[in-house]
């Protein structure tokens, strides 16, 4: 499912790879994939609390982790969304 957006990510840099926007938006949304695809995987290994059972069951375990990094990929889809609006405003539709 993450896969999914590499293609219109292609398209957007192949009409429009001389606006400084589009690249901007890409490392925003590379960004963006990368801190979810990081968060389902510490979710799915369920590290740390795997590697120091009992120690992270306040405090730091892999659910709350997977939580900070979706809403930190969260913000960075935000921002790209700035980035976009900015975008529109100054160029139109």
Same mark, same amino acid.
């Given at each position: 499912?993450? %896969?999914?957006?590499?293609?219109?990510? %292609?398209?957007? /840099?192949?009409?429009?790879?001389?606006?400084?926007?589009?690249?901007?938006?890409?490392?925003?949304? @590379? &960004? %963006?994939?990368?801190? #979810?695809?990081? +968060?389902?995987?510490? #979710?799915?290994?369920?590290?740390?609390?795997? =590697?120091?059972? +009992?120690? $992270?069951?306040?405090?730091?375990?892999?659910?709350? /982790? $997977?939580? *900070? /990094? @979706? *809403?930190?990929?969260?913000?960075?889809?935000?921002?790209?969304?700035? @980035?976009? &609006?900015? =975008?529109?405003? /100054?160029?139109?539709?």
């Amino acid at each position: 499912m993450g %896969m999914s957006g590499i293609a219109p990510i %292609m398209h957007k /840099l192949i009409l429009f790879k001389n606006q400084p926007e589009a690249v901007q938006t890409t490392g925003y949304e @590379v &960004l %963006m994939g990368t801190l #979810y695809g990081l +968060g389902a995987l510490i #979710y799915a290994t369920r590290i740390p609390e795997r =590697w120091k059972p +009992g120690r $992270f069951d306040i405090a730091g375990h892999s659910h709350q /982790l $997977f939580h *900070v /990094l @979706v *809403v930190a990929g969260a913000y960075t889809h935000y921002h790209a969304g700035l @980035v976009y &609006l900015r =975008w529109r405003d /100054l160029e139109g539709c």
